[in-house]
T-cell receptor
Framework: GAGVSQSPSNKVTEKGKDVELRCDPI?????LYWYRQSLGQGLEFLIYFQGNSAPDKSGLPSDRFSAERTGGSVSTLTIQRTQQEDSAVYLC?????????????????FGPGTRLTVL | KNEVEQSPQNLTAQEGEFITINCSYS?????LHWLQQHPGGGIVSLFMLSSGKKKHGRLIATINIQEKHSSLHITASHPRDSAVYICAVRSYSGGGADGLTFGKGTHLIIQP
């Protein structure tokens, strides 16, 4: 069956531009997570969705970052006025149950990521 | 905030060797995860532990809650085990993102 997909796989943008990253979770998975992995840094949790709502947005690094999820399926992560420090691989994951908190007891299935480069 | 340290950062071994990767953390946790990230970026969740030991094929994960330490072992290592192994913890101390911390990963290379 289809796994988690993300698009685009690579995105190069100029500083100050807005970007949208898309995640298609595994069909039927209620929980969806966004992570960021910067060069030389570990994984960083950004936000997770339980259905269409995001109980916890505190991982978003600034108010330039926002995310939404519609129909309990596709999610988009939007970065406004991109900065060079936003360059990273943005990873999406989904799991079949919400679990209430990220990485608590549920296996997460990761997408291939979107590599964002801000020039 | 929980501090998660992994060791070694890099490990190169010969095929067949027994591999151990360590993870230590500073604050009590509710769960610890081991993740595997292959070249090209794909991430797979290997184990979730809250106590004791788990085994899956050639992989074994253990956790010692009192010592705040976990180990991931690979028996009869194979070149296809080459990947970055990441430890992640969910702390008791905070909710949401404040309670979720990742180690920086261990880059494992198994040579034939």
């Amino acid at each position: 069956g289809a796994g988690v997909s993300q698009s685009p796989s690579n995105k190069v943008t100029e500083k100050g531009k807005d970007v949208e990253l898309r995640c298609d979770p595994i069909s039927g998975h209620t929980a969806l997570y966004w992570y960021r992995q910067s060069l030389g840094q570990g994984l960083e949790f950004l936000i997770y969705f339980q259905g269409n709502s995001a109980p916890d947005k505190s991982g978003l690094p600034s108010d330039r970052f926002s995310a939404e999820r519609t129909g309990g399926s596709v999610s988009t992560l939007t970065i406004q006025r991109t900065q060079q420090e936003d360059s990273a691989v943005y990873l999406c994951a989904s799991s079949p149950t919400s679990g209430g908190v990220p990485l608590s007891t549920d296996t997460q299935y990761f997408g291939p990521g979107t590599r964002l480069t801000v020039l | 905030k929980n501090e998660v340290e992994q060791s070694p950062q890099n490990l190169t071994a010969q095929e067949g060797e027994f591999i151990t990767i360590n993870c230590s953390y500073s604050v009590g946790i509710s769960a610890l995860h081991w993740l595997q990230q292959h070249p090209g970026g794909g991430i797979v969740s290997l184990f979730m532990l809250s106590s004791g030991k788990k085994k899956h094929g050639r992989l074994i994960a253990t956790i010692n809650i009192q010592e705040k330490h976990s180990s991931l072992h690979i028996t009869a290592s194979h070149p296809r085990d080459s990947a970055v192994y990441i430890c992640a913890v969910r702390s008791y101390s905070g909710g949401g993102a404040d309670g979720l911390t990742f180690g920086k990963g261990t880059h494992l290379i198994i040579q034939p």
